[in-house]
T-cell receptor, first 112, second 117 residues
């Protein structure tokens, strides 16, 4: 089955700096890659997703890039703010959002 | 985004009792819902896929007789933890699949924290 690895497990950045979280996947048939943000004790919230027919997607301060050849995708957050502090999960699936395999998560801390 | 609710948000029960958790899609119909379990500071582990009108599909290692799933309507799935034991204590999160043409998205509920004494 699919295996998703996520790095780093923890990341601290100064407010205003950029943060990058990377994930690799094993199944070349995977074609849907969402990113979720989870604050402590709260639900995971979809913040951005990308499908394999594009290489990059951007939504304000958040962007995701996908390299299908290398089988990795990354989350980029620019101009980080303290409210960006949370755990971020990447995921991968084939065909749709049905069978999501999650990465292990990254605890992002934005220092004021 | 779509709204998914989960009830209760927190439950404490005695060992040996059963606990039912409800997951509802509030503003869309969901033929497919998912149940996850999350341990502290860990990732989400898929337990089972709940399909409206048919039997749930369980992941390897998940006991279907212990974690009963019912998806009786297009907006409601329930997870019943039967004869709960302390090792069942965890954060249980459901999600609902919103289908929109070729694009589908999972939206998560707020989770249920179960503590078995």
């Amino acid at each position: 089955g699919e295996n998703v690895e996520q790095h780093p497990s923890t990341l601290s950045v100064q407010e205003g700096d950029s943060a990058v979280i990377k994930c690799t996947y094993s199944d070349s048939a995977s074609n849907y890659f969402p990113w979720y943000k989870q604050e402590l004790g709260k639900r995971p919230q979809l913040i951005i997703d990308i499908r394999s027919n594009v290489g990059e997607k951007k939504d304000q301060r958040i962007a995701v890039t996908l390299n299908k050849t290398a089988k990795h995708f990354s989350l980029h957050i620019t101009e980080t703010q303290p409210e960006d502090s949370a755990v971020y999960f990447c995921a991968a699936s084939k065909g749709s959002a049905r069978q999501l395999t999650f990465g292990s998560g990254t605890q992002l801390t934005v220092l004021p | 985004g779509a709204v998914v609710s989960q009830h209760p948000s927190r439950v404490i029960c005695k060992s040996g009792t059963s606990v039912k958790i409800e997951c509802r899609s509030l503003d869309f119909q969901a033929t497919t819902m998912f149940w996850y379990r999350q341990f502290p500071k860990k990732s989400l582990m898929l337990m089972a896929t709940s399909n409206e009108g048919s039997k749930a599909t369980y992941e390897q290692g998940v006991e279907k007789d212990k974690f009963l799933i019912n998806h009786a309507s297009l907006t409601l799935s329930t997870l019943t933890v039967t004869s709960a034991h302390p090792e069942d204590s965890s954060f249980y999160i459901c999600s609902a699949l919103q289908a929109g043409g070729v694009q589908e998205t999972q939206y998560f509920g707020p989770g249920t924290r179960l503590l078995v004494l």
